[in-house]
């Protein structure tokens, strides 16, 4: 499909921008036409010079790119997901797999270790216990899956943007990937893994986060859907190319913002 720029050498911004909300799923085109501005805007997204059709069109090419690129920019890091007070904890609280419960992973916290690949300056292994020791936050957040179900949990531990200064993680880098117990996988922006309320979790219902919760921990999400919020991790990778994720490979959307 030709892009209305593409033999204008002075196009219209208006038409470029409507142009490019169709292109869109209809969530992400409802925020994008709230809040596009104008032809600045979509050089920025594109991340290439929109006057120049032919890198235009390579970078929108990637229809579900081309959304996620829309969804960084207007996802607000500032922007805090609502907490509730006790009483509206789910009990109890659902779970969900790629597999029924009793198949969740056994995993033994005496040999555990979490690990760190790529852009780290301190990529030593991190025991339970050290981990453990971390300073500790709690949130009740609200989780929702994509397969049509919502619940309010509670869930403690450590800020993840406290986690990787410690780890000395680059937050220049592109995406950070989690790798798990179960042959799950997922992987953030950065911006949303430095996020106030973005967790390292330990805990739930300040208990010892349970073994279908995700034992021995599990990253908490609140401004994402709950595929993004994986459970069981056992790898870390901080880098610049795009790993995806599991459900990401069957088509869900990468950024999957609330
Ligand atoms: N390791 C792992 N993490 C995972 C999943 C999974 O199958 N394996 N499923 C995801 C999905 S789709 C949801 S809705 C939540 C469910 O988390 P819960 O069991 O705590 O409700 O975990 C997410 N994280
Ligand atoms: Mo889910």
Known sequence: MPFPWRSEPHPDTTAIVQESARRLDLPTRRLFLKQAAGLGTLTLLAGCDVVDGVSAEAALGRMSDFNDRVQAWLFDPHQLAREYPGSA???PFPFNAFYPEGQSPEVDPESYALELVGLVERPAPWSLRQLYALPRVTQI?????IEGWSAIGKWGGVRFSEFLTRIGADTRARYVT???????ATSLDMATSLHPQTQLTFWFDDAVLPRKYGFPLKLRVPTKLGFKNPKHIVEIEIGNDYTGGYWETYGYNWFSGL
């Open 89 to 91: 904890i789910t009990r």
């Open 141 to 145: 957040t609200r989780h929702i899956c």
């Open 178 to 184: 989690f790798r798990c117990a179960d042959g799950y």
